[in-house]
Each structure stands twice: as structure tokens, then as C-alpha cells.
T-cell receptor, first 113, second 111 residues
Framework: ETGVTQSPTHLIKTRGQQVTLRCSSQ?????VSWYQQALGQGPQFIFQ???????GRGNFPPRFSGLQFPNYSSELNVNALELDDSALYLC????????????FGQGTRLTVV | KQEVTQIPAALSVPEGENLVLNCSFT??????LQWFRQDPGKGLTSLLL?????REQTSGRLNASLDKSSGRSTLYIAASQPGDSATYLC??????????FGAGTILRVKS
């Protein structure tokens, strides 16, 4: 059974550019959530996908968007990058849409310069 | 709106001490509570999940308790070791699997 994997591990982008982060959910898990963690803070919920449909969104602007694929892997896209988007982006998977244990990937460190 | 607070924000102890990390939440209508460990710049490792019907959960030297009515959970670490140094986060689901996190407790265990 493979865990949650994210790619890339590190990324440097210029303000105004677009970025795509990827996540493979744990085997058998159909629910994927994305979180943003700024330095020294707890993770903040961005959005969640369940069976390829968005199922809940946090307080993030529309330039944060996502996708979930039939194999339940997911992408997080951020357009028009701002300096404040610099953070650790975490992906979590759950076995079901109901409240179950969350398993996280190792994260992608995004730096916007 | 659910809010989660963790106390203390940072803790430094000598090796071998038993210690307690605290987590409080404002809405007691939770399904479960999860404790995580995070090493610097890394992802989250799930330590313990306590269901709302449970009072405590144990894994090795870790014991987590839950008191829903008072909106509190504690993580007890016995016989701390330098390898326990990390940030410890608690989280509760607000709806579905959306987690609301505290800011974490940074633990340093000195050898």
C-alpha cells in the first residue's frame, strides 16, 4: 500500500506566473484535500475533492483551482502568483467522504519571488 | 466556526521527562480529533485519531485523551527522547474531512 505522494518537493516561481502541484492519494482513498501552511502556522484548508467533484472550499480566491482524476490523484493550480502564496502546500487523502483518518503527503514548498 | 488553540506554543524539556500538550476547540460537536507530528519543512504524520465516542487512545509512549464536553484534548508523551523533537498539531473536522488545525506546539527535547 503506497502512501500519499506529492510532486515536486520544491518549486521557485516568479510573481504573476502559474503553478501546478500534484498529489497521488493513498491506495483505495477517493477523497483528496489541499492545505496551505505558512511558516509558523497551522495548515489552512483550500478545498476538497471527492470522486472528481469539488466538495467544499476554504477562504481562498478563485485563482486557486483544482482537479481530481478518475484514479483519484489530484492537481492544485494557482494562477497569477503573489508573494504571499509562498508556503508549504499539503495534500491529504481519506478513504471516504465521511469523517475518517487523514493521511498527508510530504508537501511541496513553493517560493514566489 | 470551529477554532482550535494549542498551548503551549513551544516547550523545551530535558530527555526523559513526561510531558503534556494541550489542545482546545470551540465547537464540541466533533466526530473525532487527530494528533499529528511535523518535522521541519516536512509533511504531517498521523499519530493518533480519537473518535468522539472514545475517551483516550494509546500508541507506544503516546496517549491522547478527549473531553468533548469541555472542548479539550491532551497529548501525553512519556519518557521523552530527542527524536520526539518536532511540531505537534491537533486538528478537528469542521465538516466532512475538512480539518481545522491549531497553530501547533514546537517541542524540543534536550539530550
Amino acid at each position: 500500500e503506497t502512501g500519499v505522494t506529492q510532486s515536486p518537493t520544491h518549486l521557485i516561481k516568479t510573481r504573476g506566473q502559474q503553478v501546478t502541484l500534484r498529489c497521488s492519494s493513498q491506495s483505495g482513498h477517493n477523497t483528496v484535500s489541499w492545505y496551505q501552511q505558512a511558516l509558523g502556522q497551522g495548515p489552512q484548508f483550500i478545498f476538497q475533492y471527492y470522486r472528481e467533484e469539488e466538495n467544499g472550499r476554504g477562504n481562498f480566491p478563485p485563482r486557486f483551482s483544482g482537479l481530481q482524476f478518475p484514479n483519484y490523484s489530484s492537481e492544485l493550480n494557482v494562477n497569477a502568483l503573489e508573494l504571499d502564496d509562498s508556503a508549504l502546500y499539503l495534500c491529504a487523502s481519506n478513504s471516504d467522504i465521511r469523517t475518517t483518518e487523514a493521511f498527508f503527503g510530504q508537501g511541496t514548498r513553493l517560493t514566489v519571488v | 466556526k470551529q477554532e482550535v488553540t494549542q498551548i503551549p506554543a513551544a516547550l523545551s524539556v530535558p530527555e526523559g521527562e513526561n510531558l503534556v500538550l494541550n489542545c482546545s476547540f470551540t465547537d464540541s460537536a466533533i466526530y473525532n480529533l487527530q494528533w499529528f507530528r511535523q518535522d521541519p519543512g516536512k509533511g504531517l504524520t498521523s499519530l493518533l485519531l480519537i473518535q468522539s465516542s472514545q475517551r483516550e487512545q494509546t500508541s507506544g509512549r503516546l496517549n491522547a485523551s478527549l473531553d468533548k464536553s469541555s472542548g479539550r484534548s491532551t497529548l501525553y508523551i512519556a519518557a521523552s527522547q530527542p527524536g520526539d523533537s518536532a511540531t505537534y498539531l491537533c486538528a478537528v473536522p469542521e465538516y466532512g474531512n475538512k480539518l481545522v488545525f491549531g497553530a501547533g506546539t514546537i517541542l524540543r527535547v534536550k539530550s
